[in-house]
């Protein structure tokens, strides 16, 4: 990488210091080793002083397991195997890139992206980025793996920056997360929870509340974070990163393709059949849950909730994955780039043999956060933040302002949305509810901050696998460059977002249907 010259006003100067800091850590592999390391030191220390909490959910305390005692280290080598295999993004990411691979090596992700480049305006590109890495949380995580590297490639493509257009894809996949115009399995998730807590309130009004209690706010929120993302993309990021050149510290090929080379009538003709190829896949996979008596569609509740909390959802990877192949292997077929199954094979090992470093990564990052939860140090953080906030004796806008703060920095260490809001929506809730406040502005406001800083926190599941996919253009990337690119997305998110809800609450508009901002009990 390779800086151009940039302003070095106070801002600026302040992310060059985040860069330095960060970078000054060791790698990430060996990063992730450590803190599991004190992990165990810190298990050990807090249980020593008997620190412990009530659990917010159940009845009883939780106090904090130390890992090593007899009992802790036999679960270290016991788990240790299993710590890897269950890290979340590590099959995640595996199977979807078995289809992208072939989708890749067999040329179709190029000549498609050459199209896109030569046919969309240029000044489009960096918005289309952020509203589709928003909008991809309705495929759940598999944004993560898609997106950002796609980005850096059309990015690379237009000669400008790869990393501000993995940084913008991120952006929009990660920091966005809890934006989209329809509804997602995040929505059900959420909204169970937020429903269960407020019952211990008011069980009749939580009888109200519904899967699509946020829906309008969160379909705004896709147009004002895509207009967000793309002018910190064009006005702080990419500027800062300067001009890209090719070089030794680039483990890619796309140095040896013309991307701005026109498609050949081969080409040409490879795209239209592994388009038909895509909308006959995106049928046969609709017809998996469109119907009354599709196989993988939910049991209970409407249309609606059928679709939302049914086995498709939570199959999406293997049928993104799918999705890919099939258009990979017609165009490969149609090109000659595929020739028999020994090139399918071959592209798919080439695919995994890339996947190396973000393996090893998964190794180390998988102990981690299994201490971190098998501790109980991630709950006990939580619920001393939720006190904090109780404390301060906050009403009106400074309390919603509060909670969004306080979940924001409990987000640092409690990277999963579904278990941080599993923790704290029995506390806050509650408390919300008796100050006049609905459980439906709570758990928004829960959203809002529990995405904005995902980008920032190396606990974040998937930062592993984004600093692999930056590293194929910078081997020397570290997380505190990492961090340093994406912090501006998460401070102009986190104050745009957050103004937006204030202004959202002022008006009395409600956050979905059948959601005020008020509790009326």
């Not at 220390?45 to 009530?54: C, D, G, N, R």
């Not at 490879?270 to 190829?277: P, Q, R």
């Not at 293997?318 to 165009?331: D, R």
């Amino acid at each position: 990488m390779e800086n151009g010259k940039r302003k070095n006003g106070f801002f600026q100067k302040f992310l060059d210091f985040v860069e330095w800091l960060g970078n000054k850590l060791p790698h990430p592999v060996t990063l992730f080793a450590i803190l599991a390391g004190l992990t165990l030191i810190g298990s050990w220390i807090f249980s020593a002083l008997e620190v412990s909490v009530e659990h917010p959910g159940e009845e009883g305390t939780v106090a904090v397991t130390n890992l090593l005692s007899a009992e802790g280290i036999n679960y270290i080598f016991l788990n240790m195997t299993d710590n890897f295999i269950n890290f979340a993004p590590l099959g995640v990411v595996l199977v979807t890139m078995l289809g992208i691979g072939v989708a890749e090596h067999s040329g179709l992700i190029s000549a498609a992206l050459r199209g896109f480049v030569l046919s969309i305006p240029k000044s489009l590109i960096t918005g289309g980025l952020v509203f589709a890495g928003i909008m991809s949380s309705l495929a759940s995580d598999a944004g993560y793996v898609v997106l950002p590297p796609l980005g850096a490639v059309i990015y690379l493509a237009l000669g400008r920056h790869p990393l501000a257009g993995l940084a913008a894809a991120f952006a929009g996949v990660s920091a966005g997360f809890s934006a989209n115009l329809f509804l997602s399995g995040t929505d059900a998730m959420l909204a169970e929870l937020s429903t269960a807590a407020a019952a211990t309130i008011d069980p009749a009004y939580a009888e109200t509340m519904n899967v699509a209690m946020n829906w309008y706010f969160i379909a705004v929120s896709v147009f004002v974070l895509t207009l967000v993302g793309w002018f910190v993309s064009d006005k702080i990021v990419e500027p800062r990163l300067g001009k890209f050149t090719l070089g030794a510290g680039v483990d890619t090929d796309e140095e040896e393709e013309d991307y701005m080379a026109p498609l050949t009538k081969l080409e040409k003709r490879g795209l239209l059949l592994a388009f038909i190829s895509v909308i006959i896949g995106l049928i046969l996979a609709a017809s998996l849950v469109a119907f009354p008596a599709s196989p993988m569609r939910g049991d209970e509740g409407s249309y609606l909730d059928t679709i939302i909390q049914s086995p498709f959802m939570n199959a999406l990877v293997p049928i993104i994955a799918i999705l890919f192949f099939i258009p990979g292997l017609v165009y490969g077929i149609v090109t000659r780039s595929i020739k028999n199954d020994k090139d399918v094979a071959n592209q798919m090992t080439k695919t995994m043999a890339g996947m190396g470093m973000f393996i090893v990564l998964a190794f180390t990052a998988g102990q981690f956060v299994a201490y971190f939860n098998e501790s109980n140090l991630g709950l006990v953080i939580g619920v001393y933040g939720a006190d904090l906030l109780e404390n301060m004796n906050l009403t009106g806008i400074p309390l919603i302002v509060g909670f969004v703060l306080v979940t924001a920095f409990i987000n640092l260490f409690v990277g999963s949305a579904s278990a941080k809001w599993a923790m704290m929506a029995p506390i806050f809730i509650p408390i919300m509810m008796q100050l006049g406040y609905s459980p439906e502005l709570t758990t928004m406001a829960y959203r809002v901050a529990d995405s904005s800083t995902n980008i920032i926190t190396p606990l974040m599941t998937y930062f592993a696998i984004i600093i692999a996919f930056a590293q194929k253009y910078d081997r020397n990337i570290g997380i505190g460059t990492l961090i340093s690119v994406m912090l501006p997305y998460s401070i102009f998110f986190l104050v745009v977002w957050s103004l937006m809800l204030i202004v959202w609450m002022l008006t009395g508009l409600p956050l979905g249907p059948n959601a005020p901002i008020h509790y009326p009990g």
